[in-house]
């Protein structure tokens, strides 16, 4: 019996000099304890972390987010040695400022504390559901570390898918022909952009202000869906694409035809694309290309009336300015250019102005005719310059040449009305010189008459 005893009292002895050996081995790397290890608890202790919120929600690539967490001790009994980090791997991470280990001592039974971090995300990260890694140790959990897991929602700001450029071929849609349009988008988003649906708005109904409810009247009509004269070929309005990845470039292509008697000028056709990003967030852009309907237009100039019988001698030319083409004119500046031929007594540059197509109009000019070129010929430079109805600007040299026709030749008698006034002069003269002679004769007679 005596040995069993003394047994017993060797091993309990054993048994605290191991415990007294082990607790600063325990408690070493910590500081800042505020509980007493030995210390019999009473209860049962219940930790629990929750998620309280991050800003911004959701947080984008790039971005840091303010995290907190309320880590919080459900049970009846007291937590002591509370020792709480985070573990911040891809695409989080946190400044060499921010402390990731957090030493709490003790947490009473029944009461929380609070966490802040400030963790960034990276510029890599991929859009969606990400999990962010924690754990805890204290003394009633033997010391050893438990985990867990926050859930992070990483989302781009806007998925943005840009229009680079429009490109129409021809660039300027000559009415009743046909073009082809091309239009570049791209993804600068850093995730992929599904289920992409274009959509080249011609009826103006993205825009219409809630035509459906108004009587369709022709002017309703006219004003929304005939407003812009385009149709597309072999095709609909509306195309589609099914993803995009990050940084990547697609085409979509219309066959168009404009409308015969479509107005020349610039039209701003709305568009509208709606598309997914990766978590399934749905986005609509609107936006406005512009596309030119018109054709480059064709001037005809001629010398249509002169008076330019022969050099030395004034005249008068008309030059006559002919649109032949179906876009209008505007701008029109008529400029006869200086030469050793002729002197001006007019001014030599004629406003226009605008010239309708299928229309005319003049520029007259005086001139003094110095001499004539070889066959009776007269050289007039000229230089024009007009715009069409979409603002560009036209400028051209030609010479035209005139033939110094007499009046005869014109087939005006001037040969005969010259010679006649000549024939008037000589028989005046005659008359005269005849009418002198007998004057003269009767005077002669008179003295012989009176002897």
Do not use: C
Not at 244 to 254: D, F, L, S
Request: proline residues 4%; hydrophobic residues 40%.
């Amino acid at each position: 019996m005596k040995d069993k005893i003394v047994k017993w009292i060797v091993r309990g002895f054993a048994l605290m000099v191991m415990m007294l050996m082990v607790m600063p081995m325990a408690f070493a790397a910590y500081s800042d304890t505020k509980s007493v290890a030995l210390k019999r608890q009473t209860g049962t202790p219940n930790l629990q972390i929750v998620t309280l919120k991050y800003e911004p929600f959701p947080v984008s690539p790039g971005e840091y987010m303010d995290l907190w967490l309320k880590i919080g001790n459900e049970g009846d009994g007291d937590i002591t040695d509370l020792t709480f980090e985070i573990v911040p791997e891809f695409p989080f991470s946190i400044d060499t400022n921010e402390q990731a280990g957090r030493d709490y001592g003790l947490v009473l039974a029944n009461s929380l504390v609070l966490a802040h971090y400030k963790v960034r995300v990276s510029e890599a990260a991929v859009e969606g559901d990400t999990y962010l890694k924690y754990r805890y140790r204290y003394v009633n959990s033997d010391m050893e570390w438990e985990e867990g897991l926050v859930k992070i929602r990483i989302q781009a700001r806007e998925a943005v898918l840009d229009i680079q450029s429009v490109l129409s071929e021809p660039e300027m849609i000559a009415p009743g022909r046909e073009a082809y349009v091309t239009i570049r988008i791209k993804n600068l988003a850093s995730s992929v952009i599904r289920d992409v649906l274009f959509k080249l708005d011609l009826s103006m109904s993205t825009i219409a202000k809630n035509p459906s409810s108004l009587v369709p009247t022709a002017v309703l009509v006219d004003s929304y869906y005939n407003a812009i004269p385009l149709v597309p070929i072999n095709s609909s309005t509306e195309k589609r694409i099914g993803y995009i990845k990050p940084g990547e470039e697609k085409e979509i292509t219309y066959r168009l035809r404009a409308f015969a008697d479509a107005e020349s000028k610039t039209y701003k056709v709305p568009i509208r694309v709606t598309y997914q990003d990766e978590v399934g967030g749905n986005f609509t852009k609107d936006d406005v290309i512009g596309l030119m309907i018109g054709a480059v237009p064709d001037l005809d100039v001629f010398v249509s009336e002169d008076t330019v019988y022969s050099a030395k001698s004034n005249g008068d030319i008309t030059v006559k300015l002919v649109n032949k083409g179906i876009t209008d004119i505007k701008f029109l500046n008529v400029i006869l250019k200086p030469s050793e031929k002729y002197d001006f007594i007019s001014a030599n540059m004629v406003y226009v102005g605008d010239l309708d197509s299928d229309d005319y109009e003049t520029a007259d000019f005086k001139l003094y005719v110095n001499k004539l070129d070889k066959g009776d010929k007269l050289n007039l430079p000229l230089h024009i310059e007009y715009q069409d109805s979409n603002g560009v600007d036209y400028a051209k040299d030609l010479s035209i040449e005139l033939n110094a026709y007499s009046m005869k030749h014109r087939g005006l008698n001037g040969g005969s009305k010259a010679g006649l006034v000549v024939f008037i002069i000589i028989l005046m003269a005659a008359g005269w010189y005849g009418y002198k002679r007998w004057e003269k004769g009767k005077k002669k007679k008179k003295p012989q008459e009176s002897k």
